[in-house]
Structure formats: structure tokens, C-alpha cells
């Protein structure tokens, strides 16, 4: 699958980063262009916000909610550790790291951005012996060392697949993340997104309850204007689809969450769905 590779620098100090999203500063700015979508959102700095492809981390900060504090700063402590960001000092409430090693070298694999101007990328630490701005052909044994597809292998994050990313590594992917949960590591020896959980329970001050942090966010989006949970379903977008592997069926994302009053779970494990 053909990447368009960019050089440059990983930054933390004074962001918030998460499991599945870091500042990034290219060597060459003239790069960003040869990417589809919208143009890259860049800062004063020139840093833009990289969403790591295929995977997502629990929420640290959603519209001021967090799912499990231990395993959101466990997925960042993962990827900063992967790319080699020591000497990490944060913020009394552990949302914007104050100090660390920055400016580590590595590199991306980009194709496009998404619909807010973060590149989707696989992500790199090091060096590697390809020009700068080219074409890149990823072959799998560097797709093996990205931080996305470790993440997965740890039970760092969970498996978010959108249209785009090749069969061959979604399906390498789906791998990493069935010897995971096989063998309890990381979130999975917690995780209910198909077991069922109480809705509630999402907000209590221990914050055990650990779900898809998509399933998440419909939640606390709908749960900011009402708390009658009847009208839930209806609430969440009619056109949002997902593909359903292996058989490929088509539903809407709503039509896979089971709902039995305040109790909740999708009926399709997260690695079988495509959203569309």
C-alpha cells in the first residue's frame, strides 16, 4: 500500500497527547500538499495534530469527560515509550505534559487527513533510508514495527477501521488484536463494550467501566443535552454506516448497539467493523 513518507520531529511538551494522537513537525512543510483531503491544520509552530490510523485510545479529556484514567495515560505512556519521549513529567491533572526529552526524531506514513485536518498516519520512531516526500511502499515488516499496530498487540487501544486502509494490514490488525484479547493484555481484560455495562457507570468516580471509546462518545454527546436514555438510539446520525466483516454486510452503527434501558452493548466486536 503507497504512503506518502515525511521526516521530521515528535513534540509533546505543552499538549495534551493520548494514545492514538501526537504533535508532529515535518523537516519540509512543502510535504503536507501531496496529501488528499483538506489541508493539514498546523499551529504557530508549525506542529500538526497526528491521528494514528486504525486504532483509538480511551478518552482522556472528551467534552470534560475521561473514560479509565489508568488505561488512557497507560495507551499515552505506551506511545511516547515507543518512540522513545523519556524524562515525561505532567500536569497535576495529568492533561498537558510540562516537561520531557522532545523533539524526537522519526517519520510518518500518510496518505490523507481527516475531516479536521489531522494526517492519518502509521507512525515511526528513527531513521529510515527513503527520500524525504516520496512515495512509500509499506512493506510489512515496517508496518510491524509502526506504534499502531504494537498498540494493538499490547491492548493499548482499541481497533477503529475506516475505509482506506488496505484488507492485508486490517487484517494483520485484526490479528494483533485477537492475540490481545486472547491473552488478556492491557484493556481487554477489562473491556465490556460486547459484555454489557451500565451506562451510569461510565461516570462514576473509580471509572472501571472500560467500552469502545467511539460507543463513548455517542453516549456522553447525547447525555450533555438529556438524560432520558429512550431516545438514545435515535439521537445517533442515521447515515453513520459500518461494513461488517467477514460476511460484509452493511447497517447503520446504531442498529449494532443493543440497548435494554439503561444497559448497553454492541453486538459486533470491534474489529469486525469498517465505518463507512
Not at 225 to 241: G, I, M, P, Q, R
Amino acid at each position: 500500500m503507497a504512503f506518502i513518507l515525511i521526516k521530521g520531529r515528535f513534540h509533546v511538551v505543552g499538549y495534551s497527547p493520548d494514545g492514538d494522537s501526537i504533535r508532529f513537525q515535518a523537516y519540509n512543510l512543502e510535504h503536507w500538499s501531496k496529501l488528499q483531503g483538506i489541508s493539514p491544520e498546523l499551529n504557530e509552530e508549525n506542529h500538526a495534530q497526528i491521528r494514528l490510523i486504525g486504532i483509538d485510545s480511551l478518552e482522556t479529556h472528551f467534552r470534560q469527560c475521561q473514560q479509565s484514567v489508568k488505561w488512557a495515560l497507560n495507551a499515552a505512556h505506551f506511545l511516547l515509550e515507543s518512540l522513545e519521549i523519556d524524562e515525561v513529567k505532567w500536569n497535576e491533572e495529568k492533561n498537558i505534559i510540562i516537561s520531557a526529552q522532545d523533539k524526537i526524531e522519526g517519520f510518518i506514513l500518510v496518505k490523507k487527513t481527516d475531516q479536521h485536518g489531522r494526517p492519518l498516519a502509521f507512525v515511526f520512531k528513527g531513521e529510515i533510508d527513503h527520500p524525504d516526500g516520496e512515495e512509500f511502499f509499506l512493506p510489512i515488516n515496517l508496518f510491524f514495527e509502526s506504534v499502531n499496530y504494537q498498540s494493538l498487540l499490547s491492548g493499548q487501544s482499541y481497533p477503529t477501521y475506516y475505509r482506506g486502509i488496505a484488507p492485508t494490514l486490517r487484517k494483520k490488525m485484526t490479528w494483533a488484536v485477537n492475540q490481545a484479547r486472547k491473552n488478556k493484555k492491557g484493556l481487554w481484560e477489562f473491556d465490556l463494550t460486547n459484555h454489557g455495562f451500565n451506562v451510569w457507570d461510565l461516570f462514576d468516580e473509580e471509572k472501571t467501566v472500560i467500552i469502545l471509546p467511539k460507543l463513548f462518545r455517542r453516549l456522553v454527546s447525547y447525555l450533555e443535552t438529556s438524560d432520558n436514555l429512550d431516545y438514545f438510539k435515535h439521537s445517533v446520525v442515521k447515515s453513520e454506516k459500518v461494513l461488517i466483516l467477514p460476511n460484509k454486510r452493511k447497517k447503520l452503527f446504531r442498529d449494532i448497539i443493543i440497548q435494554d434501558e439503561h444497559f448497553f452493548k454492541l453486538s459486533e466486536l470491534p474489529e469486525d467493523l469498517v465505518y463507512l
